[in-house]
């Protein structure tokens, strides 16, 4: 009748110790790993911490670690386990625990506060505002980000590098940067250069491990963070013709 039992390991714990626990729990065809989660906080583990909220991975709350593998609670079918495999979940782990599966995820608000926001130019009003549609097309791509911090999880640069938290903004932030240097009417300054500068670009080295985790599928490192990379070197070496064709752009 499609109902099994699969053996679950479930991290509980605080900020100061925690441990894996097991749990066996019905599985239902159909259903996904949050449903399970929740059966859990029915059943057995009534006050195991989750967050979450739309089931439909769209809010970005319920990101966790399945098997070792950043993923969406609510997006991971478990049918893609088989039925006498051991499902393994676990907090995010690169943000302090705060209980159970959830994390403090402040250092991503810290970032996107030191990524300066959108600066029209000038003399025109926000009613005034007029852009291409190939320029608006540039950059949809980016904001399909449901921000779950799965990428920012992911990179190598902060994951167990606590010390370089402070200089590196992650994929998201970056991609944040493109997305405005992007913007024809941002009159901010050299988005490029100063993501280099200022925000970490350096510490990426492709490694694309934030792009296959993203479950809008957003091209993070070939449409916003090799572009920037790109721009970044160019401009550096010739800043008058980035200004040209930015004036020339408007
Ligand atoms: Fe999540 Fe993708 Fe946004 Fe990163 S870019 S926060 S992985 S939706
Ligand atoms: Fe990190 Fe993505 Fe660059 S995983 S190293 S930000 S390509
Ligand atoms: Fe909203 Fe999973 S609960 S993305």
Request: contains cysteine.
């Given at each position: 009748?499609?109902?099994?039992?699969?053996?679950?390991?479930?991290?509980?714990?605080?900020?100061?110790?925690?441990?894996?626990?097991d749990y066996a729990v019905e599985v239902n065809e159909g259903e996904v790993v949050l449903d399970i989660i929740h059966r859990l906080q029915a059943t057995e583990a009534n006050d195991?911490?989750?967050?979450?909220?739309?089931?439909a991975g769209k809010c970005g709350s319920c990101s966790a670690e399945i098997n070792g593998r950043p993923r969406l609670l609510c997006m991971t079918r478990m049918n893609t386990f088989a039925e006498n495999e051991v499902v393994t979940v676990t907090p995010l782990r690169t943000f302090p625990v705060i209980r159970d599966l959830v994390t403090d995820v402040s250092f991503n608000y810290t970032k996107?506060?030191?990524i300066p926001s959108f600066t029209p130019p000038e003399g025109v009003e926000p009613g005034e505002y007029r852009m291409q549609q190939v320029?608006?097309?540039?950059?949809?791509?980016f904001r399909?980000?449901?921000e779950c911090y799965l990428c920012q999880n992911t990179c190598h640069v902060v994951r167990d590098h606590e010390e370089n938290k402070q200089e590196f903004a992650g994929p998201r932030y970056l991609m944040r940067m493109a997305e405005l240097d992007m913007h024809p009417l941002?009159?901010?300054?050299?988005r490029a250069v100063e993501s280099q500068e200022e925000h970490g670009l350096g510490f990426c080295n492709i490694t694309k491990c934030c792009t296959e985790v993203c479950p809008e599928h957003i091209k993070i490192t070939d449409n916003a963070l090799i572009p920037m990379k790109e721009r970044a070197v160019d401009r550096k070496y010739d800043p008058l013709v980035w200004l040209g064709n930015k004036i020339f752009r408007r």
């Open positions: 009748n499609g109902t099994h039992l699969q053996h679950f390991k479930v991290w509980r714990g605080d900020d100061t110790k925690g441990e894996l626990v195991l911490a989750v967050r979450w909220n739309c089931k996107a506060r030191e320029d608006v097309e540039r950059s949809q791509e399909k980000c449901i941002d009159a901010h300054g050299n």
